[in-house]
């Protein structure tokens, strides 16, 4: 621990200095008796004051955690030379809040082992890490003070909340593995199909004994199959609007969470592309694993600057799969995100677009010309909305005040009624 | 009239948390004390437990507009109470000692000269105190 002198520690010393010297000066021994307490504590501070000896060691009650939830970090203190006072501070960083308590902490470090519970709220979801502890030791009369910073972090995942969601959007195609959604085509599932005559081969259980006795022949009952889908999620990371824990990206990460949580538990096989200053893909897979991978990804997940010109032409064929739907989730303020997202269209994808509405993070118009211009830039982003529905591809918009069901049943109300057209 | 100055300053030091107003205002009641002290023709014998009261005063005042420091736990409180009254306690029991000592010694040359000494030596501690401090200030990040 390094010592430092507090300036209460000079002025004790300079009180007593002045009243020596008035005493001298008017031979009033009663001003050496008022010196003597001022003078005798520094000096004793000084001789007789010890660095105290702490190692310090930080654990979290879990290593993930959902936005807004609360969670312990105890600071475990091994003190080998106590301390009248100590302050123990735990850093804590933006996104990361005191929940309870108090930070920092005075405690009388007395020797052997101590622990602090610090209970801490994760405000924003991230990748974090918690554990920077600064120590702080006095003398009894705060004279002197020893300072030493204990590095003893260790990661902490924040997870974005999820949105309640109860319907989710059907692929336009299944894929060739069993899962939950019912497939055009006709093959062995439970839900009724159609009838057709028997043909040889077939299975009696699948003869339809009622519409065989109606005609006089044979038929069989056809069921169409149950299958998985793939779900590509595509996120566009150009720009965002906001503050940080209220803006269109944190939106996106929690739409992209909340879908990647739900179609992977009804076995689709999701992957994920984030597309802007860096372009990141995960291939198409199922399980809990793939959540964790895809939840890791959106915590790395950040608006990035950069000049490289890149098209959605560097993806690797398996991360965009044939048939795939292909859900984006984007603010469209940068043109290369819309850009991108026509080409995929272009490309034939089965594509649908959540758009994360910025309107409200965008700042209020407070003269004539901005509002203006805050009203020519929204028919703009009216004039692309449109640009998206002749290319055949829904647009939901999405903000904080409506649910993302809400949006979601908006696209299923489109894709319902408008035949899938091929640019 | 130093005396209300000094009421002042400690008001000052505690609405606005400086501790160097606490000190001040201190000095200013010290000055107050020597002008008493200056109408009188004998020794004070009060004058240990005003070291006592000023002591207290300062150190209370210290700890009331600290700032910097965390929320203490209730021992270090206690603690607290206990180091500053076992100080004021000390400080009149030393207080009487060297008022019992300057009235048994004869007042003359060779104990001015003691004093003009001890005088020296605390002024060159203040000085070296600040010279490290700002050493070490160097130090800080």
Redesign the interface.
């Given at each position: 621990m390094?010592?430092?002198?507090e300036?209460?520690?000079?002025?004790?010393?300079?009180?007593?200095?002045?009243?020596?010297?008035?005493?001298?000066a008017?031979?009033?021994?009663?001003?050496?008796?008022?010196a003597?307490?001022?003078?005798?504590?520094p000096a004793l501070a000084v001789l007789l004051s010890r660095a105290p000896s702490v190692s310090v060691s930080v654990q979290l009650e879990r290593d993930r955690a959902l936005e807004g939830e609360d969670l312990d970090v105890t600071v475990m203190l091994r003190i080998d030379r106590p301390a009248?006072?100590l302050?123990?501070?735990l850093e804590l960083p933006a996104g990361v809040s005191l929940a309870d308590?108090?930070?920092?902490?005075?405690?009388?470090a007395a020797r052997g082992r101590r622990s602090l519970v610090f209970r801490v709220r994760c405000d924003r979801w991230g990748a974090y890490k918690l554990g920077r502890i600064r120590l702080r030791a006095r003398d009894?009369?705060?004279l002197l003070r020893w300072e030493q910073t204990a590095d003893c972090r260790v990661p902490l995942k924040v997870y974005p909340s999820e949105e309640a969601v109860r319907d989710l959007l059907r692929p336009i195609e299944t894929q060739v593995y069993s899962g939950n959604h019912v497939s055009r085509q006709k093959s062995e599932g439970i839900e009724f199909a159609d009838l057709r005559p028997f043909v040889p081969g077939d299975r009696v259980r699948r003869v339809n004994w009622r519409a065989s006795a109606r005609r006089g022949e044979l038929w069989v009952n056809e069921h169409h199959a149950e299958r998985n889908a793939d779900v590509v999620l595509f996120l566009d990371s150009f720009a965002e609007i906001g503050v940080p824990g209220a803006s269109t990206l944190d939106l996106a990460l929690r739409a992209a969470g909340t879908l990647t949580a739900r179609y992977l538990r009804q076995k689709d096989r999701v992957g994920f592309v984030t597309f802007g200053g860096t372009l990141n893909w995960l291939l198409p897979a199922t399980g809990a694993v793939q959540l964790y991978r895809i939840v890791d990804a959106l915590l790395d997940t950040q608006i990035r600057l950069n000049y490289v010109w890149r098209d959605i032409d560097v993806l690797p064929r398996r991360s965009l799969p044939p048939q795939a739907l292909v859900l984006a989730l984007s603010p469209l303020l940068h043109p290369r995100g819309a850009d991108a997202l026509l080409d995929l269209r272009g490309r034939g994808f089965d594509l649908v677009l959540v758009e994360i509405s910025p309107l409200p993070f965008a700042p209020i118009a407070k003269s004539a010309a901005a509002e203006t211009a805050q009203r020519i830039w929204r028919l703009r982003r009216e004039a692309l909305r449109g640009r998206f529905e002749r290319a055949g591809v829904p647009v939901a918009v999405w903000d904080n005040e409506r649910s993302l069901a809400a949006a979601l049943e908006e696209v299923s109300a489109f894709r319902r009624h408008a035949r899938l057209s091929r640019v | 009239m130093l005396a209300a100055c000094a009421v002042a300053f400690l008001a000052l030091g505690a609405l606005r948390s400086a501790p160097a107003f606490v000190a001040c205002g201190v000095l200013l009641f010290g000055a107050e004390y020597a002008t008493f002290l200056r109408s009188r023709s004998e020794v004070d014998r009060w004058a240990p437990l005003v070291a006592a009261a000023l002591f207290l005063v300062v150190e209370l005042g210290y700890r009331a507009v600290e700032r910097d420091g965390g929320q203490p736990e209730g021992a270090v409180r206690r603690r607290d109470v206990a180091t500053v009254l076992a100080a004021a306690l000390a400080s009149v029991g030393l207080g009487g000692l060297l008022l019992a000592a300057a009235g048994g010694a004869d007042a003359g040359l060779g104990l001015e000269a003691v004093g003009a000494v001890s005088a020296v030596l605390v002024i060159g501690t203040v000085v070296g105190l600040v010279a490290r401090s700002r050493d070490q200030a160097q130090l800080e990040p």
């Open positions: 390094t010592r430092f002198f300036p209460k520690l000079f002025r004790y010393t300079a009180l007593a200095a002045v009243a020596l010297l008035a005493a001298l008017t031979r009033l021994p009663e001003l050496v008796v008022l003597a307490p001022f003078a005798l504590v009248d006072r302050d123990v501070l308590g108090h930070d920092p902490l005075t405690i009388r009894p009369f705060a | -």
